[in-house]
Structures are given as C-alpha cells and as structure tokens.
C-alpha cells in the first residue's frame, strides 16, 4: 500500500473535497498525510487523516481566520486580487517548506490541488509522481473557452474570441507574480522554467470533480483529464449543531449559504429574506461563519440563521438552494436534486452560474445586479417551473451513478500505484543530509 501526501489551497471549499477523497484512499488501506497550515488541523483531523504542520512563520494559529474574514468583505476584480496574493504566499509556503517535510514522512506520491501552483515543482524536485485534484472550474486559457471567471458560454465567433482573449490576459497580469517566484525556485533546482499556470498540471492524471454533464461541450482536454463527480463524504464533517425542531416540514424549505468566503456582505443576506418572505417557504441561513446571526435581529420571514449549517443534511429536504455560486454547494446540491439560484461574487463563482443556466439547473444574478424584486423573480421561475427540478435530479442520477470520490481513487491507485514502486527517487537521501529548501520572498 502506498502513503500519499496532500498539497493545497487552505481553504475549506478544497479541503473538504480533498479529506473526502483522503477518507476513501485510508478505506484502501493506504495513508495519507496532509500538509498544511496550523488552523486547519482540527479539519483534517475530523476526516481521520493525518496532519504535519508547514507553513509555521508565516500562519501562526488564527492567521487563515483573520485572511478570510479580510476577503469575505470584497468582491469582483479586488477580490481575485487578494486571493492570488493568497495563492503566491501559499506557493511561497509550500515550496519552503513542504520538500523536507515530504521527506520526513516517508511519502510515495503526492495529489496536488490545481490551486497549489508549487505542488508540482516539489513532486518534481523529489522524484516524485503526482497527480492533478481539480476542485472549483478547471483552468481554461483557451481562446474558444471562456475563463472561469466569466459568466459566459463558449464560442467561436469573434466576439467569443474577443472577450475571451481579454479575460485570459487579465489572468495572465495575475500569474506574473506566481511563475517567477516557481521559476526562480526551478532554477535553483535545476528545473526548466514554467511557461503558464495550465503547465503545473500533471501529465499522469488531472482529476476535476467536475461532473461532465454540468460542463460546456466541446472542451479539448488533455488525454489524462478525467470527469468524475464531487467528492464528498458525509461521515467526515464536523458535527454541526443545528435547531432541527424549528424546521416545518409543511413548507418547502430554501437554503441559502455564500460559502466561507464570500459571506461578510450582510446586504446579501438581509435581500435574500425580504425576497424569500414573499413565498410560503422556509429559509435557512448559514453565515459560513463570517457574522453572527445577532447582527441581523429580525428579518423578513423569519428565517433561521445560523453560523454554520450542517449542509448535506439540509439539502435532503430542500427545494431550492440560493448560494454564491461555489462549485462545492452547486455540486452537493446537484447531487440531492435541488436547483439554484446562484448570486456569483467572483473566482470561479460567475462560471458556475453559467454552467447553471447552460444546463437549466437554475438561474443567476450577479451580485452587482442583485435586488429584492429580481430575486423574487427569479425564485418563482425555480419554484414554479418543475423542468429546474427535473433536470437537476437528471444530474442527481448521473453523479449518483458515477460516485466521484471512488473514480477518483480508482484513477489515483491506476496511475499511481504502478509508479510509486518502480520510481527513482533521487533526492530522498537529502533529509539525512540536511538539505535546507531555500525561497526567494520577493
């Protein structure tokens, strides 16, 4: 059996997909070992899977609260902004820090977040085969593709092509920073240099959760790309408390989250309720744990609010979902057979409120254009036209049939396991030699 190691973004909308996948690995008597920052422990220690701590000079405990609650204030174009600072920092981190803790224990192969740039160069850097975990939209730089940033279908007229280019460009100021910081370390490593971010990606396997059927046709994807299915696993959640004796089982219930992110907007909330309160249903409010319910008092409706929502759960019983557009949430939904309405605020949340309209899932509003009266229209379409509901349990049916979490296992252990014993691990004997993993901070 082999030990995987995890590398990726700190944020709970990867890491839960990821422990998921790490629970379903450890069921096949392997091991995996996450390497992360301080303040994620007690998550992946809930999951059952092993932790080692990196990252300590620069994430002492409560940094990753103070960061999110900082970024669940923006929105738009300063929001992409911060978070690829936040990707570079964790790059930085990463390719610092993660080689020596990899060597310490004892890794066969590593499973690197499409988000984690510097995954690849340190699988590198130690002989080390890995593959590529695609947990929001994948990465598209395509000219006939929209980027998932965008709220757009694809196209190959000009105009298409036109915006798509400029969309791409704008990502590509974004990844300056990124490449040269990887490329310097590559360069101490004696690796050839990086021409973009699609070019971190493995050539064993890249695996998205991304279903097929809730993507845009057409898409020309490297042979190793593989659609699974969301990766999710109820028994590894934190428990959650919630007042389960206040739900109505007589009114269809609407549950509304903007993620762990994006939830320090309190405008958002207070207009869904008002539009919500005009429907005979009942609504659920989980904050992701940006505010406290108190800041609110009374809404319209009455709904309950809560820090935390235990999700999965609630979305057995719901009808309709309003949420910021996080593939985490479209996907859990999509595979209980609700549909949504998405209120996109920024990464790769406006192109899942595309895929939402393309498949008749549901509908989106973006936030710039959202408003009590054009949420309240929106709801009634979802809540009056059955064909939302039919295609999402179309959907439901498809993710059920597939069951991602295990594809994705299966293509790890096919393209992996043959790999990790016969692999030549040249730099594993620089832990005993006391090799010291320099980064450039600039």
């Not at 192969?109 to 690849?120: K, N, W």
């Not at 979305?315 to 309003?322: Q, S, Y």
Request: one cysteine or more; charged letters at 20%.
């Amino acid at each position: 059996m082999s030990h995987f190691g995890i590398l990726s973004f700190p944020g709970t909308g990867h890491l839960h997909p990821l422990t998921a996948l790490g629970r379903e690995l450890t069921r096949r008597n392997h091991s995996v070992t996450i390497f992360q920052v301080a303040d994620v422990e007690p998550l992946v220690r809930a999951a059952g899977l092993r932790f080692h701590q990196i990252g300590e000079r620069d994430f002492p405990p409560g940094t990753l609260r103070v960061l999110d609650e900082r970024l669940g204030r923006l929105h738009g174009s300063k929001a992409m902004d911060s978070v690829f600072d936040r990707i570079r920092q964790n790059s930085q981190i990463v390719l610092r820090d993660a080689p020596s803790a990899i060597l310490s224990e004892k890794v066969d192969a590593l499973i690197v977040d499409q988000a984690e740039f510097g995954g690849g160069s340190v699988a590198e850097r130690l002989g080390l085969p890995f593959v590529t975990a695609i947990l929001t939209l994948p990465l598209n730089l395509r000219s006939n593709f929209p980027f998932s940033e965008y709220p757009a279908e694809p196209g190959l007229s000009f105009g298409a092509r036109s915006r798509n280019a400029a969309g791409n460009s704008q990502l590509g100021f974004r990844q300056v920073r990124i490449l040269a910081l990887i490329n310097r370390q590559r360069k101490r490593w004696s690796l050839q240099a990086k021409t973009g971010l699609n070019a971190f990606d493995s050539q064993l396997a890249q695996i998205s959760q991304l279903p097929a059927g809730f993507d845009f046709p057409h898409r020309n994807l490297p042979s190793c790309f593989h659609y699974t299915g969301p990766f999710f696993d109820r028994m590894g959640r934190r428990e959650t408390s919630f007042p389960w004796s206040q739900l109505d089982s007589t009114r269809p219930l609407v549950f509304v989250s903007m993620g762990t992110l994006q939830n320090g907007v309190d405008w958002v909330f207070r207009v869904v309720a008002q539009a919500c309160a005009n429907f005979p249903v009942q609504t659920v409010i989980s904050l992701g744990g940006g505010m406290s319910p108190e800041v609110f008092g009374e809404l319209p409706g009455n709904p309950i609010v809560v820090p935390y929502a235990p999700q999965l759960d609630l979305l057995r019983r719901a009808a309709l979902t309003i949420f910021h557009g996080g593939l985490n949430t479209a996907l859990e939904s999509l595979a209980h057979g609700v549909p949504m309405i998405a209120i996109p605020v920024t990464f790769d949340q406006p192109g899942v409120g595309a895929r939402l309209v393309w498949t008749r899932t549901g509908r989106m509003i973006p936030i710039r254009e959202l408003t009590a009266n054009r949420l309240r229209i929106e709801i009634g379409e979802i809540l009056t036209n059955a064909q939302y509901r039919t295609n999402a349990k179309i959907l439901q049916k498809q993710i059920s049939s597939i069951n991602g979490v295990k594809c994705a296992a299966d293509i790890i252990e096919r393209v992996l396991d043959s790999r990790v014993s016969h692999a030549t691990l040249p730099f594993r004997d620089l832990a005993t030699a006391g090799w010291n993993c320099r980064v450039s901070k600039s």
